[in-house]
């Protein structure tokens, strides 16, 4: 089998904005064909990562490459092989569904009659045909957060950037874009890089998670590989010390040691979140200073 060069290669990429550093020189891969998540607590550096990855920001220094070829924001061709759907929607709120999609299709040279049916068959595969006439402004916020997906496929890319993608939907939207995601994956081919807060996000959809933590990244692995050696399921409890956590393989030694213990107790399976307090002391939630945890069998 030849191999190839992974779909995205970062090196060392450092940012600083004034004398605040965002990055401190992170190294990273996407490979074709998976959904990659990028998980991180606010002001992680997961924003200014996509911002530069698609070309909306220089580094200050540091190599990326696309399939093997340095990254040039003003190639054409290179902006053609990433969709992005950043974190803020950025649709013109005046002009319909579909006049948000031509605007874009004309930057990237599509015309006539292919782009009107690239414009419907990426309305198609967001399950937004009905609201193709409507004003982006009209549109609730799972609604504006599928057009700008929308937008972002127009031109067939081969990798898709999205930023936060559910952030601040309700469940049953959040669940949309969720499926959708999984569905331009599996469906579509798209490679996906996806940015999230959201532990359970990261978890149910990514193949490979990156955590990242104040500009640094703290552990790459499968969901799973990330959980691994914690244990199985967590036992939060509070005491006079504060919040705690035990951790254990079996479940019904995890039931019977919470019998035991006073006040409020919860029983739950070991998330990410463990994982990323592990190695950094922090939750990915309020960035605070984590709880005690502790390892039982
Ligand atoms: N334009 C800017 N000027 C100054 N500082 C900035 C700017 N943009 C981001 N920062 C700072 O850089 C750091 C990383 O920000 P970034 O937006 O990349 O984080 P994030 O992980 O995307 O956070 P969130 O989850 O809140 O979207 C933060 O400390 C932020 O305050
Ligand atoms: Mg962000």
Same mark, same amino acid.
């Given at each position: ?102 605007? /874009? ?91 999230? /807060? ?94 005690? /945890?502790?390892?039982?069998?």
């Amino acid at each position: 089998m030849p191999e190839y060069p992974p779909l995205l290669t970062v090196r060392a990429l450092s940012k600083s904005y004034r004398h605040k550093q965002a990055l401190g020189g992170i190294d990273l891969e996407l490979r074709a064909g998976e959904i990659l998540a990028f998980l991180g607590p606010n002001g992680a550096g997961k924003t200014t990562t996509v911002n530069i990855l698609t070309g909306l920001l220089r580094q200050d220094s540091g190599e990326i490459s696309y399939s093997g070829v340095l990254f040039d924001p003003e190639n054409a061709a290179h902006k053609r092989a990433i969709g992005v759907v950043p974190q803020e929607n950025n649709l013109d709120r005046d002009l319909t569904v579909a006049e948000n999609l031509r605007i /874009h299709g004309y930057l990237f040279g599509l015309r006539g009659r292919e782009l009107t049916r690239r414009i419907d068959e990426t309305l198609e595969l967001v399950d937004l045909q009905e609201q193709k006439n409507q004003a982006a402004a009209e549109l609730s916020g799972g609604l504006k957060r599928r057009a700008v997906i929308a937008r972002a496929l127009l031109h067939h890319p081969a990798i898709l950037f999205l930023d936060e993608p559910s952030a601040g939907l309700d469940p049953v939207s959040r669940r949309a874009i969720h499926s959708l995601t999984r569905r331009l994956n599996r469906a579509e081919g798209v490679s996906i890089f996806l940015t999230t /807060h959201y532990i359970e996000e990261a978890d149910i959809l990514a193949s490979r998670v990156i955590l990242i933590n104040a500009g640094a990244i703290a552990a790459t692995g499968s969901p799973a590989e990330l959980k691994a050696g914690i244990g199985k399921y967590a036992v939060e409890f509070s005491n006079d010390n504060g919040e705690s956590t035990l951790y254990f393989e079996d479940r019904a030694r995890a039931a019977e040691e919470a019998a035991a213990l006073p006040g409020e107790i919860r029983i739950r399976e070991v998330s990410l979140e463990d994982a990323f307090i592990r190695l950094t002391g922090k939750t990915i939630g309020e960035g605070s200073a984590a709880s005690k /945890h502790r390892r039982r069998s």
